[in-house]
Structure formats: C-alpha cells, structure tokens
C-alpha cells in the first residue's frame, strides 16, 4: 500500500501488540524498540500537554541510539472531566473507573511523535476521539474484570476486546481508541517524505 523512501526506515518506539498491529496495517516494515523513559504525569500538567510530552520524550530516548531513522512513538490515556484515568492499580481501582465510566461520554486522546533527529525533523499532534460507554451492573463491571483483560488498559477497558461490548458510541478515530490514530499518523508519515 505504501512504501518506505529508500534510504529510510521506521522504528515504532513502543512494546504494545496493539500499536504493532495497527502501524502494520500501513503495509511497510519498521523495527520496535520500546523506550525507556519515567512516565509519571506532573504536576497540573494538562492530559494534551502529558500525551504530547511523553510521546516526545519516547521517541527521543530511541531516537538518540539512532539518530538516522525515523521514530513514531505515541502515548494514549483516558480522559474524564478533565482527569487522566490511567490503568487501574487492581481491580477494585478497575471497578471504579468502569462504574464512572458508565452511562457516561469521555475522551481517548493520543499524543504522537515522529522524530528524525540526524535531520532535525520533530512532528507532533495530538488525537481525540469521544466514547460512550453504555450503563452497565455492578455484577456485568465484576464478570468483566474477572476476565483480567481490564487489567494493564488505560480506562480499564480494551475497545478491541472483551470490552468492546460496553462501547456504545464512537465520535472519531476507533484506531485513536486502540492506541494509534493511523490516519494521522500515515498523514504525518506522507507529509515528511517518508513514505509515498
């Protein structure tokens, strides 16, 4: 579908089998290196300025072992009311996130980054897309968790999984809801030359 101009390659900075997949669908080969950076939110810092700057600071911590390639990284998180819900400590923190959620509108916002730093090129943009989770029992949230597959996902559910079930509207990108607005990001590839 698209090609990788030559002389260049692609590193995804990231370990999620999520993102792998979806940046697949883009038909190119690149490598995955997950970065290794603290990914704690500060202090009254905005859920838009966290994703930005951690999807810019994973890209640069692979970027500096391989200045030549281009790097895509990205962050997703769970925005209510303004809050990031990140993923649940346990599953009594998952049964609260699940039961907030619920009969409610909230925001999936990615940041993501394109870095090629021996060229001196950073691209960054954030993504947001709206999701309405259907109203559900306390013993529906319980069987759910019991499935562990909350466990480890921002928001506490996986929109591609077992939780899809919940998801009863989406306004916007559903690949932004996985983990990696693919549109945007082939958009951005396109825009810089990297791929035609």
Known sequence: MFHVKEGDSIILASESPRRVDILRSLGVSFSIIPPSINERQKKDESPKDYVSRVSFEKAISVGEHFPEKWIVAADTVVVYKNRIMGKPKNEKDAFRMLKTLGGRWHKVMTGFCVV?????????DIVETKVFLRDMSDDEILRYINTSEP??????YAVQGKGGCMVKEIKGSYANVVGLPICEVAEALLSLGVLS
Do not use: D
């Not at 090629?116 to 960054?124: D, E, M």
């Not at 466990?151 to 506490?156: E, H, N, V």
């Open 116 to 124: 090629n730093i021996s060229k001196g090129i950073t691209y960054r």
């Open 151 to 156: 466990l480890g996902k921002a928001g506490s």
